[in-house]
């Protein structure tokens, strides 16, 4: 009999995973991006159930009160949750809500701001195992025998993801309502369209690692170093998705897709001949770009790379320099050529032309204004462009985040880590300009020096993204 309570599942196990993010974003979500799955989630209960042990989801984003998920955590011994610094809010009233209806009941807790931030989570009772570092070899034993661990604790991965099982995608929670399911056009397990190619969309990962050092970022410094999946791999898994459930297009949610080149030459070699080259999503750097235009073309033109996502951040070389970026103007300008030449070549031939995924930051500490209109001139220059703009925020785990958070400037806490796009995250940042900025006040002097169809392009309006 179905529940009139349809949150209320029937529990087949005393082990919940609880799938994090804001509420109700899987009931009545405000854009594409926040139904994304999490593939943390997907790769340790696919690890889990392939070693028997079974256990449940759950998912703040698929009810709309925390009433609602009540219900759904009580009874249960075990609750495991991968912790980013912009879920951790959620998190930690989860892991409260549990102990209060469980107080006996275990809390295990991973992911990217238990790894960065572990002394903050250590300093809440409710979170009983925190673990430092990648899951996959540790969660199996962690689940079965928590008492052998410490509290907090680090743990290895494997040296390479070739040793990654492929996520049973059914393990991911499921969007919520047939209005939903329609409007976004989901066919779960598989995930809805996004404005950067046809659904259903399969996303996957093929690196994990990226080699620089950017400031506000720099993953390698707590992301083990850790071999790619080998390209068989990656089209085994496209394919077997795709005879499956019907693939549309594919995101790859690699962190730096365009590093690699003996990996890459052989994604060209294999991917148009053994898949069904479907468009894909995926992100590169400009100063590669620049260094190896030859092979971004042939993946462009030959693999059906149609949204790319460059880290272009900033058009001033002076705020490049100060977030490490180790790009210059004269990369992003030579990438924006390069991709501006390529689409109007595949255009005229009647060819889908590729579209950039331009990354941009405003409100950076020592940000001018000539800085920022520098960025918007650069934005206004690409011909064909998706602008994903985001005022800085400083998280824990980058250089410069920590250097803020220590100085005490910056404004993000544990209760509001999860920041919407206008949100102001730093101290001491004119966030009242780059607001009249966006809403085109500043037009005149960003035309400045900008020839033709760029000085009417108005690319960066209601472009501001959660960051
Ligand atoms: C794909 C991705 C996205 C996607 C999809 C997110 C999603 N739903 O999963 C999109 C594009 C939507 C996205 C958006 C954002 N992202 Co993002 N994203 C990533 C990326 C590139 C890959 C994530 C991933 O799937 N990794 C692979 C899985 C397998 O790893 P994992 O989830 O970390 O899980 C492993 C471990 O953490 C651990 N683990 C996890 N859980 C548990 C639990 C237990 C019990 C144990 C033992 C272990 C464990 O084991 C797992 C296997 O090794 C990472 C960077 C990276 N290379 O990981 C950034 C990253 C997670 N994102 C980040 C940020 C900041 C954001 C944004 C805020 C960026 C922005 N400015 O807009 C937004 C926020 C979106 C939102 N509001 O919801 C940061 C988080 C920093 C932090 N301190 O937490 C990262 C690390 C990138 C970075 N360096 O800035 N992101
Ligand atoms: S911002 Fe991009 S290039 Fe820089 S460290 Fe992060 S993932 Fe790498």
Redesign the pocket.
């Known amino acids: 009999m179905t529940s009139i309570f349809p949150w209320i599942k029937q529990k087949t196990s005393t082990i919940l995973w609880l799938d994090l993010?804001d509420l109700g974003d899987l009931v009545n979500p405000g854009g594409p991006?926040?139904q994304?799955?999490?593939?943390?989630l997907g790769?340790?209960r696919t690890i889990l159930h392939q070693n028997g042990i079974q256990t449940d989801v759950a998912s703040t984003r698929a009810v709309t009160s925390w009433e609602q998920l009540k219900p759904q955590l009580a009874g249960y011994d075990t609750l495991?949750?991968?912790v980013?610094?912009?879920t951790y809010p959620p998190a930690l009233k989860a892991a409260k809500l549990f102990k209060e209806i469980n107080p006996r009941g275990m809390v295990?807790?991973?992911?990217?701001?238990a790894?960065?931030a572990p002394d903050e989570m250590a300093a809440v009772a409710e979170f009983d195992r925190i673990?430092i570092g990648?899951?996959?070899k540790?969660?199996v034993d962690?689940v079965k025998n928590p008492g052998d661990f410490e509290r907090v604790f680090r743990?290895e991965?494997a040296r390479s993801m070739a040793e990654w099982p492929h996520i049973d995608r059914t393990l991911w929670p499921k969007p919520v309502g047939w209005r939903m399911k329609r409007k976004w056009g989901w066919k779960w397990p598989l995930e809805p369209a996004c404005g950067w190619g046809p659904g259903p969309v399969a996303t996957i990962?093929t690196s994990?690692v990226c080699p620089w050092q950017c400031v506000f970022?720099n993953?390698n410094s707590y992301?083990p170093n850790m071999g790619r999946k080998p390209v068989d791999q990656v089209i085994d898994e496209l394919n077997f998705l795709d005879r499956k459930y019907g693939v549309g297009s594919v995101v790859i949610?690699?962190?730096m897709f365009f590093q690699n080149p003996k990996w890459l030459k052989e994604w060209i070699e294999k991917y148009p001949r053994q898949t069904k080259r479907w468009t894909y999503w995926a992100a590169g750097r400009s100063d590669t770009v620049r260094q190896w235009p030859d092979l971004f073309e042939a993946l462009v033109r030959e693999t059906n790379w149609r949204t790319i996502s460059i880290g272009f951040e900033s058009g001033s070389d002076r705020i490049l320099k100060l977030l490490n970026k180790e790009c210059t103007e004269e990369d992003n300008y030579f990438t924006i050529d390069l991709v501006n030449r390529l689409a109007a070549e595949l255009q005229a031939r009647g060819e889908q032309p590729p579209v950039f995924w331009s990354n941009i930051m405003l409100g950076i500490p020592g940000e001018t204004r000539e800085d920022a209109f520098k960025t918007m001139r650069m934005l206004k220059h690409m011909q064909s462009v998706m602008p994903s703009i985001?005022f800085y925020?400083p998280?824990?785990?980058s250089a410069l985040g920590y250097q803020l958070i220590a100085e005490g400037k910056s404004l993000m806490s544990k209760d509001n880590y999860?920041r919407f796009p206008d949100d102001e995250k730093v101290k001491g940042v004119d966030y009242g300009f780059y607001r009249d900025m966006l809403a085109g006040k500043y037009d005149a002097e960003i035309n400045r020096g900008l020839e033709g169809a760029a000085r009417g392009a108005k690319v960066y309006e209601g472009a501001l993204?959660?960051?």
């Open positions: 993010g991006h926040e994304w799955q999490d593939h943390g790769l340790l495991i949750m991968n980013r610094s912009y295990l807790t991973g992911g990217m701001h790894t960065v673990c990648p899951g996959e540790v969660i962690l743990a991965g990962i994990r970022c993953e992301i949610h690699d962190s985001s925020a998280y824990p785990g999860h993204v959660k960051a």
